[in-house]
């Protein structure tokens, strides 16, 4: 067997024994936008949620993306939709 294959195979030998002892060479960490936990929340649909919020869903798909940042009533809306989704659920 070529010394090439066979230093391919110890290596991926010893990464997979250090996965299942937990050690990582690196953790990725991908954050949600608050915009998408707060309609996670509710469970509604990207239209609905807009709807009720009162922006486009194009305004929503910004935010959910992170492109854009909400501001002023909007930021207090998805605050209360994270915290009490049942709340805006009644709105609906």
Request: proline content about 4%; some cysteine; hydrophobic content about 40%.
């Amino acid at each position: 067997m070529p010394k090439d294959k066979e230093k391919f195979q110890k290596d991926l030998l010893e990464s997979i024994r250090q996965m299942k002892s937990g050690q990582a060479a690196r953790v990725t960490r991908v954050e949600i936008p608050g915009a998408a936990e707060a309609r996670a929340c509710t469970g509604l649909s990207q239209t609905d949620f807009a709807g009720l919020l009162g922006v486009s869903k194009r305004t929503l798909q910004e935010w959910e993306q992170g492109r854009r940042e909400p501001t002023g009533a909007a930021r207090t809306l998805l605050r209360v939709a994270m915290a009490h989704p049942e709340v805006l659920l009644e709105l609906r």
